[in-house]
Nanobody, 120 residues
Framework: QVQLVESGGGLVQTGGSLRLSCAASGSIFRVNAMGWYRQAPGKQRELVAG???????NYADSVKGRFTISRDNAKNTVILLMNSLKPEDTAVYYC??????????????WGQGTQVTVSS
């Protein structure tokens, strides 16, 4: 009933930029917090950036000053603008959303993942 669809991943050189987008759709009453996570091969999934329903943001120390998270509540969409990319940023990026459904339930949902590769 609820799905998150991501787009915007790709291959860039060190210092380049990418813009990731994630749109939630389905039987949604309210989208609460949203965020971006990433997982590199052999690594644990880690939080990259999060944003509350009111627009308060937080970032992992490794991306502060380089990445910007934002949201468009009318479109149930969360954006991650990634600048000054480094090889260490290479990973599969997943969006996440905490959602109230019309049926009365609340749960977290994951996007399908999008590959970001930064070449040196």
């Amino acid at each position: 009933q609820v799905q998150l669809v991501e787009s915007g991943g790709g291959l860039v050189q060190t210092g380049g930029s990418l813009r990731l987008s994630c749109a939630a759709s389905g039987s949604i009453f309210r989208v609460n917090a949203m965020g971006w996570y990433r997982q590199a091969p052999g690594k644990q999934r880690e939080l990259v950036a999060g944003i509350t329903s009111r627009g308060t943001t937080n970032y992992a120390d490794s991306v502060k000053g380089r990445f910007t998270i934002s949201r468009d509540n009318a479109k149930n969409t969360v954006i991650l603008l990634m600048n000054s990319l480094k090889p260490e940023d290479t990973a599969v990026y997943y969006c996440n959303a905490d959602i109230w459904k019309y049926g009365g339930s609340r749960d977290g949902y994951w996007g399908q993942g999008t590959q970001v590769t930064v070449s040196s």
